[in-house]
């Protein structure tokens, strides 16, 4: 079984992101959990990076 899912877009990170999580909020899902990869690797090693999230979503009828 595989949970990973990716798709490329020729868009706005941010413009995609709030599509995402609306999709998301249309079939149920929540997000519960958000981390700003780029914000991290910034903060915890001077790093700079693309902009990258990793959204954790649920849906309670799954769960």
Not at 18 to 41: A, C, N, P
Request: glycine share 4%.
């Amino acid at each position: 079984m595989s949970y990973y899912n990716s798709k490329v877009l020729n868009s706005n990170f941010e413009k995609v992101e709030v599509q995402v999580r609306e999709s998301l909020h249309k079939v149920g899902f929540g997000i519960l959990t958000e981390i700003d990869i780029q914000q991290k690797l910034n903060e915890k090693l001077a790093v700079e990076f693309h902009k990258y999230k990793i959204l954790g979503a649920c849906n309670p009828k799954f769960a």
